[in-house]
Structures are given as C-alpha cells and as structure tokens.
C-alpha cells in the first residue's frame, strides 16, 4: 500500500518502472488478501466452511493475479531493456500510453486465460470428499479431490498454465536480460556496470524470487505433489513474497526512499500548519 501511494502521489516517481511497480504491488495485494483472507476469518471464528462458489472464485482470482504478476514482470523486463540498451530512446518509446497498454494488458490476459481451466473444474460432478486439504482453494489440492477424469484439464494447465503464462513470459524475460547483459558487458567504465546492473537488480531479484517458488510448486506431475509441502510454499508464495517484493524495490532504492522522506516531512508540515491554525 505504501508502494502504491508514493507511485501515484510522488512526481518523481512518475516513471515507467514505478508505475509498473506500482501495479505489482497491487496485484501482490490482491494476490495476499485472495488467499490469506480466509485463514484469518477462521482463527477468529474458527468457521472452517467455505461456499462452493467462493471457493471457486478464489481459485479464479488468485490464479489470475500469479498470472498477472508474471505478465507484469514481463512487461517490466521490456522497460529494463529499453532503459538499458536503447536509452536515448526510452521516454519515447515507454510512453504512458505503451505503459498503460502493456499494464492493462496484463491484468485483462492474466484473467482471460484461467477461463477454460475454471470451466472444466465446473464441470466436475464427483468428489472423493469435500475437505479440501490446504488454508485456501488452489487447484491442485481441488484437482486431488475430484473423481472425475482430469485429463483435459491437466492438458489446458499445460497450455495455458506452462506454456501461455509461465513459459512465454520466462523466455521473453530472459531474452530480454540476454540483451540487456550483453549492453552492460560492452560498457567500458566498471562505474556505468555497476550503475546499469543496479538499475535492473531489484527486477531480477524479485523474477528469480517469483519464477522459483512457482516452478518447485507448480511444474511437477500431479501424482508426485505433496499436499503437506505444498502448504508451506503456498504460504511462501502468498504471504512472504507480496512482502519482500516490495521490500526488495523499495530498501535499496534512493528514489523510494527519497519519496518516503518527502512524504513525511510533508506531513509533518501539514500537521505543524494545522496546529498553528488551531
Ligand atoms: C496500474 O495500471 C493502471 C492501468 O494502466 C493505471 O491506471 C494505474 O495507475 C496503475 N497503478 C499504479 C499504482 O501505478
């Protein structure tokens, strides 16, 4: 939330990284609050029951908003890579329309593509048994559950899940860092490394962060997933990297932190004016 306050109301973090910083920042907000409202409303009504079609609703929110976070850092590797190899190009091309565009994309393609996933877990008519195994209702503990054939549902998993929204934005990230380390090796002097490098750091952190708790939890056969171990990267994932994302960005970052001391001294300034005027 701090994030996403000092982007919109900061002048100069009016650039293209931070708007894209601020829209990851939402959507880890979104991405935490999907899946961890629950075992917060249970440890204080200790109610453990869950609606069929909330269930269904977080499962389709919360695989949208991962599939929005990778689209999002996607779009932020291209900003990293114009920034860095075609610098003197930057401001026109990652216009506020471009960036508004790629952010809108993002969100809308993250949500449209779990739609066929959702519909043939709709179709499902047979259950094992109705507990499901984990804090909130992700696929894989639903999937464990059902008795009816989920082969084509692993299949559009495959499709959408492997292929469309993790494996398409991984290599174009990649392809991306490809570029931008090749640019950074051909700088000269070791200070315009070391600055060119920092200005993509906190990106590449949070990508490996990101794509490496997601691969461990997703891409292993069905059969193979332990629903025990699962939890803990679940929680890893939905509680620990909303946090550090931000973190990440904001406590090395000179701007960030430039920001937040305006903000406050702001403040201060408004509440000796208010004090005065009382
Ligand atoms: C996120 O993207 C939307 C759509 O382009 C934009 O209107 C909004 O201001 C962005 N949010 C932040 C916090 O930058």
Redesign the pocket.
């Known amino acids: 939330m701090t994030i996403?306050f000092l982007?919109?109301l900061d002048r100069h973090l009016h650039t293209p990284m931070?708007?894209f910083l601020?829209?990851l920042?939402?959507m880890d907000m979104s991405c935490s609050t999907v899946a961890l409202h629950k075992p917060l409303i249970t440890f204080i009504s200790r109610d453990r029951s869950v609606l069929f079609r909330s269930c269904f609703a977080q499962m389709y929110s919360f695989l949208a908003i991962t599939c929005d976070e990778l689209l999002i850092l996607t779009a932020m590797s291209y900003d990293r890579y114009v920034a860095i190899c075609n610098p003197l190009r930057y401001i026109e091309v990652m216009s506020s329309k471009v960036?508004?565009l790629l952010?809108?994309l993002s969100?809308i393609l993250g949500f449209m593509n779990i739609i066929p996933c959702l519909l043939e877990i709709s179709g499902f008519t047979c259950y094992t048994s109705l507990e499901v195994n984990h804090f909130f209702c992700d696929i894989m503990p639903i999937m464990k559950l059902t008795c009816n054939d989920t082969t084509s549902l692993e299949q559009y998993i495959f499709l959408e899940g492997v292929l469309f929204a993790t494996l398409t934005p991984f290599i174009l990230t990649f392809i991306s860092y490809i570029f931008i380390i090749r640019t950074i090796l051909r700088i000269r002097s070791s200070s315009g490394k070391r600055k060119a490098f920092y200005t993509c750091s906190s990106h590449l952190t949070v990508v490996t962060l990101l794509y490496g708790t997601l691969s461990y939890q997703y891409f292993r056969p069905i059969s193979s997933v332990s629903l025990e171990s699962n939890k803990l990267y679940s929680l890893f994932n939905t509680a620990a990297v909303p946090i550090l994302n931000p973190l990440i960005y904001s406590l090395k970052n000179k701007d960030v932190i430039a920001a937040m001391k305006r903000r406050c001294r702001c403040f201060k300034t408004r509440a000796v004016e208010a004090k005065i005027k009382k």
Do not use: E, P
């Open positions: 996403v982007v919109t931070y708007f601020g829209n920042s939402m960036c508004s952010a809108c969100w």
